[in-house]
């Protein structure tokens, strides 16, 4: 029987941790999406090594080599093409993607960002929060779109803020719940199981059925 697997990248640019998320979860045969390919845009990132060494394929397309940002892009595209990917997770990819590429990639690009979108989105997530007094963080998986950060969500988890929390305490709770909510995020996808209606996503429950968001409990 032939393996209706999902060929899935990921594109880092460090040391890759929801990366290893993915790659775990993906180890199940049952798992619906098959990592196939770890795209860098720099050849030093860190989690280009773990994915060797787990016999992943591994590329590395050095942004600074190009004129501008399409450029680059078209020569990702041609590694993902040879590697027939059907998939993309972007995993701490720190490169801004041109409407021009995430137009090739339209339902099939998703993202984990540290912070309840709409909700803090780019960078410093963790002490903007913090600074804000908020009681509620964590974290969000979603499509991408071409406006940074935004795009239909597909499952979100939160952790309560504590009195004694610094960015980095914080920051290695959501990081925790990340590594939950984006491996689910991804088998939902490949397993053909997420439905867009305007801004919402809808997880069919297996009868044809359109019930309420994906949700993950809050964690503490």
């Not at 009681?135 to 071409?146: L, M, N, Q, R, Y």
């Not at 004694?164 to 053909?192: F, K, W």
Request: hydrophobic share 50%; aromatic share 6%.
């Amino acid at each position: 029987m032939t393996s209706q697997r999902k060929r899935t990248a990921i594109l880092i640019s460090g040391r890759g941790s929801n990366m290893r998320a993915l790659i775990e979860a993906a180890r199940v045969p049952a798992f619906p999406a098959e990592i196939a390919l770890v795209l860098s845009n720099r050849p030093d990132a860190a989690g280009l090594a773990f994915a060797k060494e787990n016999g992943i394929a591994c590329a590395a397309v050095d942004h600074k080599i190009y004129a501008g940002r399409e450029e680059f892009e078209r020569s990702m595209q041609v590694l993902l093409d040879l590697h027939r990917i059907e998939i993309i997770c972007l995993a701490g990819f720190m490169r801004m993607l041109t409407p021009w590429f995430i137009g090739q990639w339209q339902g099939a690009l998703i993202n984990i960002h540290p912070a309840l979108l709409p909700a803090y989105r780019g960078l410093d997530t963790h002490r903007r929060a913090l600074d804000d007094g908020v009681k509620i963080h964590g974290c969000t998986a979603h499509f991408v779109v071409p406006a940074m950060d935004e795009g239909p969500i597909i499952a979100q988890a939160a952790v309560a803020v504590l009195d004694s929390d610094t960015p980095e305490t914080l920051a290695a709770r959501v990081l925790a719940q990340e590594h939950v909510i984006y491996p689910a995020a991804l088998e939902r996808l490949a397993a053909g199981r997420l439905q867009v209606q305007g801004n919402r996503v809808f997880c069919e429950d297996g009868s044809g059925a359109l019930p309420a968001p994906l949700r993950v409990p809050a964690a503490s």
